[in-house]
Every structure is written in C-alpha cells, then in structure tokens.
C-alpha cells in the first residue's frame, strides 16, 4: 500500500485521496478502513492542511503506510484532494473524507471486480450507511438503480462510496473544482455525464457516512449545499429547482413513487421502511459499525467476489 504499489493486469492501481483538517476524533478509524482492505494494491494518500489537534498524533503513527503524505495549508477540500490526485498513478480512482469510512475490509475488491468484469462502465458505486459520531447505525436507504434523470434533479450518490477510472476522471478535465465547498462531487458527476459516463450502482454497502455536529451535511447544507446543488442543475438542465422538489425526487429515487401524486402509498412506505431500520438497529445491537477497523485479521486475503457483466445504465 506504500510507495512501493505498481499498476498489474490482475490488480491494476486503486488511488484513494484522504483530504484532512482537524478531524482528530474521527481519521483513524478513516485511515484504517482503508488499510485493512484486502485488496492488495492501493496508492493511499493524505493531504492535510496542516491539522492542530490528534490528527497530527494519528497520521505521524501510520505515515509509513501512506504512498504519499502532504501536509501543507490548501484552499479547501477541493484543493486538498486535488493535489492527492496531481501525484497519483491509480487506473482507479476515489476519495474518502476524513470522517467517514468504507464499510468493510472487501470494498477496493468489489469496486475493482465490478470495474474489470465491466469495462464499459466508467463509475461504480455501492450503498451508504449513515452512522453517528460514535459509528452507531442512523439510517440507510433502499437500494436503486442509477437514474440520470434523477441524477440531473438531485444528487443522491454516496460520494464516499464511489470508485471510478481514470479514463473518465481525464476525459473530464483531470480536476475538482475548486468553486465548490459543499457539491464538489455533485459537480463532478454533472461533468462525467457530460463526457458520456456510465455509472453502475450495486446493492452492497460500501460507505460508512458519518454526521455529527461538525459536518458540512449539517452545519451547511440550507447555506451552502443547496445553493450549489441548484446552481449546478440550473447549470446544466437550464431549470430550477426548489429544495422541497429536491427531496421529493430523492423520495421517488429511493422508494419509487411520487409523493404528490402517491400520498397514501408513499406515507406507508415511509412507515414501512422505518419500521425496517428499527429492526435492523435492534439487530446491530447499537455496535458502532466502524469498530470493524480494530479487528485483527489472521491473513490477508485477495480473493473477493465476481461481478458478472452487467450493462451499464445509459
């Protein structure tokens, strides 16, 4: 996973860009889950805008591990993970933010199956659960399909849980745009699809998402989020969009049906759906889901499951 890692037919490089500040109670467990992926071949790399509290402890106890660590100030986020992707070699590619987790040791593995085993798709992504400041399950949503209508309404890809080429990362400027604090991913998705992506969900969890406080999902989202979010759409479609027509769209994403014109069916929906997720609370048991990180595995293993190939939503 260090400096040492080197593009294979069998195991082409996977590139996965850490950007951090200040995320001192939350980057371990960040940093582990990636390090305790079994796939074999990750250039793993820290941008850090020079942190103060328990990060600088954090990344001085694994920098050995990293391919590359970069600890200078940046501009933000986007600078930040720009600068990981301007010295990476990966074929494939993804960023996780530093409080957030991938969900288990085989994510990489799946990612890169699905890319290998379908190589007409450009983006492949897996399902989000979202955890508390103490990994503790909150909420997840049902699995869907990817919908470029909908996508061009609302973002709902679990940014965190996305891998893609390089190929396409490329063909679409080789950038984060560094005009966005909060819809840098919404704007890059918006900008694949313009250079003909094809994106692939698959119904395996691949993220841990956590909120807390400090996290730009809360703290940002009616002040900065959403007015990127309609500045991209209006940007791209040429129309406008409401935050109530967002989450109606997200709602029909999700669970297939339109609330204004479905009411009754999508309200037992809902009930239904949450009456699950209290059951698969009760069935977690409250374990913070990111403890996982802290197991120690006997051996290192390289075989994970096959993708058969798929055809990829236009």
């Known amino acids: ?122 983006l492949v992504y897996g399902r989000r659960m979202y955890i508390d400041e103490n990994g503790k399950f909150l909420r997840q949503y049902p699995f869907s399909p990817f919908s470029k209508e909908e996508l061009y309404q609302a973002c709902y890809i679990p940014q965190e849980c996305c891998f893609w080429t390089k190929e396409i990362y490329d063909r679409a400027g080789s950038y984060i745009n560094l005009d966005y604090r909060f819809a840098l991913d919404y704007e890059l998705w918006f900008r694949f ?13 691949f993220g841990l998402f956590r909120e807390h406080q400090d996290s730009k999902t809360i703290s940002a989202w009616h002040t900065i989020g959403y007015p990127e979010a309609r500045r991209l759409i209006k940007q791209y479609t040429k129309k406008d969009v409401t935050m109530h027509q967002m989450y109606d769209v997200l709602f029909q994403h999700f669970f297939h049906m339109c609330r204004n014109k479905q009411p009754l069916e999508s309200q037992v929906s809902s009930l239904i759906w949450d009456q699950q997720l209290q059951l698969s609370s009760f069935l977690l048991g409250g374990a913070p889901l990111d403890y996982w990180v802290y197991q120690q595995f006997t051996t290192k293993t390289t075989q994970h499951p096959s993708f058969s190939k798929q055809t990829c939503n236009p």
Request: aromatic residues 8%; charged residues 20%.
């Open 1 to 122: 996973m260090g400096a040492g890692s080197h593009d294979s037919d069998d195991f082409p490089l996977v590139t996965i860009v850490t950007p951090s500040y200040n995320q001192g109670l939350f980057i371990e467990r960040t940093i582990l889950s990636v390090l305790k992926q079994d796939y074999p071949n990750i250039e793993y790399i820290i941008v850090d805008a020079v942190s103060t509290d328990d990060t600088v402890r954090i990344l001085d106890k694994y920098k050995h591990q990293f391919a590359k660590l970069i600890v200078e100030k940046d501009s933000g986020q986007a600078d930040a993970i720009n600068k990981g992707f301007a010295c990476s070699r990966g074929k494939i590619m993804a960023y996780l933010n530093s409080d957030d987790c991938y969900a288990g040791s085989s994510v990489v593995s799946q990612a890169v199956d699905f890319l290998s085993h379908n190589p007409d798709a450009d």
């Open 193 to 205: 699809l313009d250079h003909h992506a094809n994106f692939v969900a698959i119904n395996s969890v």
